[in-house]
């Protein structure tokens, strides 16, 4: 059964601390999303890959988020310091170039105290 | 540009009852049109999905939508209302699998 995974699913850390979340796209996908759920905001694209290269990170603050794929089976997105205002849902999608729909992992559950 | 606009953030419905969701959309060009649904602590699902061809999509769970150009509008139904259907419903728009433009979501609820 092919899935999206995303580690940690829960995570609770205090304000300063680097927090790492990893994600594992389904084998084959090229195309990974990284998106940020919060009821204010909703969902926003934080960021996503080709290939392992970012396309397109403009939905991302720069001075404390960082995303990579350092090969094609895992993405990581980092927050370093983490702020209150990190605390969100989220969640990782990936799929084929050549297809049309995103596949979504379970998301990981950021609380920032 | 792309973007969604969801009617209504929550909806509630009786079980048995027409479940209808509203989306219309933005963008400059041919669009790609999604229905996902969330479910309390779990990732997004694909519903159903129109790129081209036939405008009446035909998704899991018995949800249908139409794919409207005039009206910009791709609209969820379902006839009958089941008490499992209460979730959060997301439509999003995209343009050749690059970004995904999500609505703000529409909360289902199913009233037995």
């Known amino acids: 059964d092919a899935r999206v995974t995303q580690t940690p699913r829960h995570k609770v850390t205090e304000m300063g601390q680097e927090v790492t979340m990893r994600c594992q796209p389904i084998?084959?996908?090229?195309?990974v999303f990284w998106y940020r759920q919060t009821m204010m905001q909703g969902l926003e694209l934080l960021a996503y890959?080709?290939?392992?290269?970012?396309?397109?990170d403009s939905g991302m603050p720069k001075d404390r988020f960082s995303a990579e794929m350092p090969d094609a089976t895992l993405a990581t997105l980092k927050i370093q310091p983490s702020e209150p205002r990190d605390s969100a849902v989220y969640f990782c999608?990936?799929?084929?170039?050549?297809?049309?729909?995103?596949?979504f992992g379970q998301g990981t559950r950021l609380t920032v105290v | 540009a792309q973007s969604v606009t969801q009617l209504g953030s929550h909806v509630s419905v009786s079980e048995g009852a027409l479940v209808l969701l509203r989306c219309n959309y933005s963008?400059?060009?041919?669009?790609?049109l999604f229905w996902y649904v969330q479910y309390p602590n779990q990732g997004l699902q694909l519903l159903l999905k129109?790129?081209?061809?036939?405008?009446l999509v035909k998704g899991i769970n018995g949800f249908e939508a139409e794919f409207k150009k005039s009206e910009t509008s791709f609209h969820l139904t379902k006839p009958s209302a089941h008490m499992s259907d209460a979730a959060e419903y997301f439509c999003?728009?995209?343009?050749?699998?690059?970004?995904?433009?999500f609505g703000s979501g529409t909360k289902l609820n199913v009233k037995p």
């Open positions: 999608a990936s799929g084929l170039e050549t297809g049309v729909e995103a596949f």
């Open positions: 084998l084959g996908h090229n195309t």
């Open positions: 890959f080709r290939n392992r290269a970012p396309l397109d």
């Open positions: 963008s400059s060009v041919p669009p790609y």
């Open positions: 129109y790129t081209t061809g036939a405008t």
């Open positions: 999003a728009v995209s343009n050749n699998f690059n970004k995904f433009y």
